[in-house]
């Protein structure tokens, strides 16, 4: 935040030029930032450090007994395969990495190549813009409904138009080994629009004079694209891969219609997991446990997206 | 030149195809909810069934109580906007324009709401409203995004690109703080604001988890979730016709305000990048 503050410090008001502040004057600035930081400290520090100490704890059998500490069992419990919950959480975890990989490796060039089709003189533009964006608008829930019904067993669309070319067809969300690639199928469908427009941002910010510099120096399309486009866009690039990491660990609310994270967890992912044992009393030690996991993850990548936003911002 | 036409025609076609594509579910949803009940997609007949009918919309309304669900979303995003719009704007221009001790700091604590989203805090927060006896609540929705570090950075970054000498002009001429804000920050920052209302509120609108799980009664419970008890109804006997009107029930508001102000919401989305 530093790097900013810079250019910033002549407007802001000396603070010697008022020696003798009042303390209501001192006490203003305070007064001022107290309503978001009680909102942040009631819902964000106060229950993030609660997860941490609690994901050390394991609750009693009722509700009246008192938490045991248990250093950090819970953590080599869902690191142990043999495990019950282990058994579910590994498995789980997996399914997040591919998830967020998968959807990362095919929405991102996805959203650069709708960002350039959509970055060129072309008519009725706003219908075609409307196509590929309105998705990251839906609630995930009303869009996996949608979605519901195109995966359907039995009277699905997918499986209908597989039908009438003779083809067998598919049980899109009830098959363990498909479930996965169709929550993956429907993510990309949802989130590709809202990458989309970064990547509008950041072609519309590079000048036109280089590509027709290129242009009479002979560069093909191809040349151009490799030689300018990707590079100049490389800042786009890495905060899209960031958003899109830290989105797919937190967008979970589709399985909540196209399957539960079924069947037998093939289907499941980290935070459905965790909201799916909320009611779990006995399991609330390892439910902090998973949380502390999942902030790690996510800590990871904004922390990184801050890192290459500040030190681009220094090499404008 | 030639080449440069058949290259471009070529980029047309893919633009077409590909918004086809993705407008598929949109459309066969919209076809699915006109569809009588009775007649399930079929090889050859896959478009609209023997007649138009609305008995799906008719049925969908039966099943939850929509229009509570409608004013209880409605509450949600506008009561949380509303305190929003105080909140960062005190916070902002205090991160822009004031020195004190601890700001630094302070304006860490609050970026914290960027890395460790209170959705994912589900377990503590859930906790938390049961402690203040929220629960069953719309209060319950509200309060944990009543605070916005989005907001906050949005409203300091924009707050500090305008002139100070605006608002020392306006102190000489002794206007109070909430003058000064309210006849030169406020209406400077106007484009920032809706940029900073649209993404709050298409956000809000669309939350399931969290609603779901501090809610219980119909009436307090948002579109999402009201969606949720249609999809749990109809998913068994597979009336999807009834799905499909439900769901465009949801979406409708937030599809119909994007098509009116398409620019305004792609350049605020742009600007949620800040995160």
């Known amino acids: ?316 | 030149m030639s080449k440069r036409t058949f290259g471009s025609r070529l980029a047309d076609a893919a633009t077409v195809s590909l918004a086809f594509f993705w407008l598929i579910p949109l459309i066969f949803s919209l076809l699915m909810s006109f569809r009588p009940q009775a007649e399930p997609i079929t090889i050859g007949n896959i478009f609209v069934g023997s007649r138009i009918t609305f008995e799906n919309y008719a049925a969908a309304l039966q099943v939850a109580p929509w229009a509570w669900h409608y004013i209880t979303s409605i509450l949600f995003v506008f009561g949380v906007l509303a305190v929003q719009i105080v909140t960062v704007t005190m916070a902002g221009y205090a991160f822009a324009r004031l020195r004190f001790r601890g700001r630094n700091l302070l304006l860490f604590v609050i970026l914290l709401q960027l890395m460790i989203p209170s959705g994912v805090l589900l377990v503590q927060n859930f906790a938390t409203i049961r402690a203040l006896d929220l629960f069953d609540t719309r209060w319950a929705l509200m309060l944990p995004y009543w605070g916005s570090a989005f907001g906050v950075l949005l409203m300091r970054q924009t707050f500090r690109g305008i002139p100070y000498e605006l608002e020392e002009a306006a102190r000489i001429d002794g206007a109070s703080w909430l003058q000064i804000m309210r006849h030169v920050y406020v209406p400077l920052s106007i484009p920032a604001y809706v940029a900073f209302g649209l993404v709050s509120i298409s956000s809000h609108w669309n939350e399931f988890l969290w609603p779901f799980i501090v809610t219980r009664t119909e009436e307090v419970r948002p579109l999402t979730v009201g969606l949720n008890k249609l999809y749990g109804t109809t998913e068994v006997g597979a009336l999807y016709g009834q799905l499909m009107a439900g769901t465009l029930l949801v979406i409708a508001p937030l599809v119909i305000l994007f098509i009116l102000f398409q620019r305004r919401f792609i350049e605020s989305f742009a600007t949620s990048g800040i995160k």
């Not at chain 1, 967020?100 to 709708?114: I, K, R």
């Not at chain 1, 989105?247 to 219609?257: D, I, K, N, R, S």
């Open chain 1, 1 to 316: 935040m530093d790097a900013q503050a810079q250019p910033i410090t002549a407007s802001v008001v000396p603070i010697s030029r008022r020696a003798t502040r009042s303390w209501a004057q001192r006490l203003f600035p305070y007064l001022l930032v107290a309503p978001t930081l009680v909102f942040v400290i009631l819902f964000t520090l106060l229950p993030a450090t609660r997860t941490v100490v609690d994901s050390t704890m394991e609750p009693g059998r009722r509700a009246s007994d008192p938490f045991t500490f248990v250093g950090l069992e819970n953590y080599g419990d869902l690191f142990n395969p043999s495990h019950h919950i282990g058994s579910r959480f590994t498995r789980i975890l997996g399914n997040t990495l591919i998830f967020s990989l998968v959807t990362l490796g095919v929405s991102v060039p996805l959203a650069l190549l709708f960002a350039m089709l959509l970055n060129r003189p072309i008519r009725f533009m706003g219908i075609w813009r409307f196509s590929l964006f309105y998705p990251s608008l839906l609630p995930l829930i009303g869009a996996a409904s949608i979605w519901a019904f195109l995966y359907s067993d039995s009277i699905g669309l997918f499986n209908t138009i597989l039908r009438s070319f003779g083809l067998q067809t598919i049980n899109w969300t009830g098959d363990p080994n498909t479930v996965l690639w169709s929550i993956i199928g429907m993510n990309i469908w949802k989130q590709t629009g809202y990458y989309m427009i970064f990547y509008l941002a950041g072609l519309q910010s590079i000048p036109r004079d280089i590509y027709e510099a290129a242009a009479l120096d002979g560069a093909n399309f191809r040349q151009q694209f490799f030689a300018l486009t990707l590079p100049l866009l490389r800042r786009t690039t890495l905060f899209v891969v960031v958003i899109s990491s830290i989105f797919a660990f937190q967008t979970v609310e589709q399985l909540q219609a196209l399957n539960q994270g079924n069947p037998a967890d093939r289907g499941n992912l980290l935070l459905y997991f965790i909201f799916q044992n909320i009611g779990e009393r006995r399991n609330w030690g390892y439910i902090n446990a998973m949380t502390v996991i999942l902030v790690a993850i996510l800590l990871v990548f904004t922390i990184s997206n801050f890192v290459f936003f500040e030190k681009g911002q220094e090499d404008e």
